[in-house]
């Protein structure tokens, strides 16, 4: 699944700043191929109770997310899978 243009294009003017006292972690992401996939898992996990930063890494396939406390994986994978894309686990 896709959601860039046919061309290839999209854009994200989004900016994250994260809480170095949070508790990070990295998860790898399949299916993310633009800005648009960018502010698409960026807004499902940003909405997940405790989350305090998101930062996504299209090219790379990674999301790391920074959060009060460990983040509940299965909510977050339910929270990426509703975005239509795939938690693959953490990287």
Do not use: F
């Not at 989350?51 to 994986?73: N, Y």
């Amino acid at each position: 699944m896709s959601c860039c243009s046919t061309d290839g294009t999209c854009s994200t003017d989004a900016t994250v700043t994260v809480d170095p006292a949070a508790v990070t972690t990295v998860y790898a992401v399949a299916g993310m191929t633009c800005g648009h996939c960018e502010q698409a898992v960026g807004k499902a996990v940003s909405a997940l109770p405790g989350v305090t930063a998101v930062r996504v890494d299209v090219a790379a396939g990674l999301v790391t997310v920074s959060a009060e406390a460990e983040p509940d994986e299965a909510a977050l994978r339910a929270a990426v899978d509703d975005a239509g894309y795939e938690l693959t686990g953490r990287a």
